[in-house]
């Protein structure tokens, strides 16, 4: 099973992997930033129901994690952690830049959105990430070698560069940014890359 919910994109996938074979055999999308806890549990049922596997037949998770917003994070991430905990099963986290960067060709900068005019990016070439992840204006971002830009279309539009897909992590993207498939992961560790929009309570006095 795959989730991402770092960008617009509540993704829930179901993948089967083998060897270095990757075959999506169902995936959901809705697009809708302020929708991730409403539409990640329905659409990670319904990709099952398309693939006519359930829960029980699932050996791993993927998640995106990030870099995204901290709620949207927190929904995947925490959903994610859950569904390895009922079954059994490893939780493997990827950055989600990865799941879209490592399915693109040539000398390419990801870029999603960010909020407060700023964007996350990474930079790859021939799949692999040279440089990233961080946090920027578009300005300031540091686009390297890169002859390309994958991701977000709208702030995509910022760098003057050929534009090239995916647009947002896939599941075939996810399982792919798996860097090692061993049955003890790593616990998962959300990249926030700043500090969340929420300020603590000022201490009482």
Known sequence: MTL???????????VRLDGSQCTVLAERVTVDARAH???LTPNVLDALADAELTMADLDAVVVGCGPGPFTGLRAGMATAAAYGHALG?????????????????????????????????ARYRDGVRTGGPAVNGAADVDTGAAQA???????????????????YPTAAGL??????????PAPLVALYLRRPDAKPLGARR
């Not at 770092?6 to 993704?11: F, G, L, R």
């Open 4 to 14: 991402d919910t770092a960008t617009p994109a509540v993704t829930a996938g179901v």
């Open 89 to 121: 099963i490893p939780v493997h986290g990827v950055c989600s830049l990865d799941a879209i960067g490592c399915r693109t060709t040539g000398d390419t900068l990801v870029v999603t959105d960010a909020r407060r005019r700023e964007v996350y990016w």
């Open 175 to 184: 399982v792919r940014a798996v860097s090692e498939w061993s049955e003890h």
């Open 37 to 39: 806890a409403e539409r």
């Open 149 to 167: 830009v994958a991701g977000s279309p709208e702030h995509a539009a910022a760098f003057g560069l050929p534009r090239c897909g995916p647009v």
